[in-house]
């Protein structure tokens, strides 16, 4: 199944990212650029960066002027994540682009990718959860705290990619279409946000 085959491939870039754990690390995607992997893979990269940035920014003693830089990053890795989003979409636009629609066919309240993108999130969540379910450092009662967690974050990884699978199908067969709306942030266009175009 199509989740499957993708959370394998975050669980991979969040494994590579941690050899250094370093937010300013190079990037390579192993995954060749006309293959939905290699897109696969960039998302959760950059969702697995941005994760560390969050971290980062949340420092109390942080240097006002380097919590400015990180947040333009943040922005900017916003902005990736959305592109790829709709890189992601676009794979299955052109995948089922032959597909007959049946009557009464319905559409999904998310796209493929938007619920994809909150399985790679969610890959995320369950590496760092259970880093902090089995950090040696840590109280039993910590630890225990968040077994419990990490075990709904399981249950809630079967649910969601039991959905994307059966949204796959559904779409794959006509009795779902896809419908989608390229992204309508206003804040980065220059003739949208009033404060940039005032700039200008």
């Known amino acids: ?30 995954y060749p650029t006309e293959n939905i992997e290699h897109l696969l893979y960039r998302k959760n990269w950059i969702d697995t960066v941005q994760w560390h940035y969050e971290d980062i920014i949340r420092n109390p003693d942080i240097n006002p002027d380097d919590a400015l830089v990180l947040k333009r990053k943040i922005d900017a890795s916003n902005q990736d994540r959305t592109d790829l989003v709709e890189f992601i979409d676009s794979y299955f636009l052109n995948k089922y682009q032959s597909v007959e629609v049946q009557p009464g066919a319905t559409i999904n309240t998310e796209s493929p990718a938007w619920a994809i993108d909150r399985l790679s999130i969610l890959a995320l969540k369950i590496y760092h959860m259970k ?5 040696a450092d840590a109280t039993l009662a910590h630890r225990e705290k968040c077994q419990a967690k990490l075990e709904v974050l399981l249950e809630q990884k079967m649910d969601l990619s039991q959905a994307i699978d059966q949204l796959l199908l559904d779409i794959e067969s006509g009795t779902k279409y896809m419908k989608v709306y390229k992204q309508m942030k206003m804040y980065n266009d220059e003739e949208l946000n009033p404060v940039l175009r005032g700039k200008k």
């Open 131 to 135: 880093e902090e379910a089995t950090r």
């Open 1 to 30: 199944m199509f989740s499957e085959f993708a959370f394998k491939i975050f669980e991979e870039s969040i494994e590579k990212y941690h050899l250094k754990d370093d937010v300013y690390q190079d990037f390579s995607n192993p």
